[in-house]
């Protein structure tokens, strides 16, 4: 999983469910991690190990990883939620990569 | 309450070396990495390196020519050098904690604290 592709963009209505999707080879053979990243802000940790939330993320992020495909679930995206989002994963010849980043829009 | 915190300068000269350190409260150096990361201009972000408490370090493949990352766990600091630079590597630069484990058969790399990061631009 050298590499790590991320849609540009996605646009989502309020209320409604944002998908992220991270693809790289074989990325389900590692763990993904997803940052937020809010403009003059430092990115914050959302997911961890594929489908873990740190204390204090709400509940409508979830996240999933399997086969060369890993994805970030914003189920109720708000207004707040609205900001970039890197996908990260562990790979043995480049160490730690990031994904280009996704700018979620809520429109 | 665990906290990082860049400090160093903002501005570097092409060809000089940009040093950066980062001061580290409420947690101990153990069982952790400390990593730098960078976000240039208009770009993502770009993982450059980490140290662990023993001074084990890994950096990354396009950057390890210029860096060298160092700990002092008695002042609860560890610093960035980045050599020779250029225009590329004006960016905001921060300092995480990470932690990196062998889980059910996978790697795991999780950097949960961040700094809030410290711009330094590169003039020529």
């Known amino acids: 999983s050298s590499e790590l592709t991320q849609p540009p963009s996605v646009s989502v209505s309020p209320g409604q469910t944002a998908i992220i999707t991270c693809s790289g080879d074989?990325?389900?053979?590692?763990?993904v991690s997803w940052y937020q990243r809010r403009p003059g802000q430092s990115p914050l940790l959302v997911i961890y190990?594929?489908?873990k939330r740190p204390s204090g993320i709400p509940e409508r992020f979830s996240g999933s990883n399997s086969g060369n495909t890993a994805t970030l679930t914003i189920s109720g995206t708000q207004a707040l939620d609205e900001a970039d989002y890197y996908c990260q994963a562990w790979d043995t010849n480049t160490y730690v990569v990031f994904g280009g980043g996704t700018t979620l829009t809520v429109l | 309450q665990v906290q990082l915190q860049e400090s160093g300068p903002g501005l570097v000269k092409a060809s000089e070396t940009l040093s950066l350190t980062c001061s580290v409260s409420g947690a101990s150096f153990n069982f952790y990495y400390w990593t730098w990361v960078r976000q240039p201009p208009g770009k993502g972000l770009q993982w450059i390196g980490h140290?662990?408490?023993?001074?084990?370090?890994n950096y990354s493949p396009s950057l390890k020519s210029q860096v060298i990352i160092s700990i002092d766990t008695s002042k609860n600091q560890f610093s960035l050098k980045l050599t020779s630079v250029t225009a590329a590597d004006t960016a905001v630069y921060y300092c995480?904690?990470?932690?990196?484990?062998?889980?059910?058969?996978?790697?795991?790399?999780?950097?949960?604290?961040w700094g809030r990061g410290t711009t330094v631009a590169v003039s020529s």
């Open positions: 190990q594929d489908t």
């Open positions: 074989k990325l389900g053979d590692q763990y």
């Open positions: 995480v904690r990470s932690s990196h484990d062998f889980v059910s058969g996978r790697y795991s790399y999780i950097m949960d604290v």
């Open positions: 140290i662990n408490y023993s001074g084990r370090t």
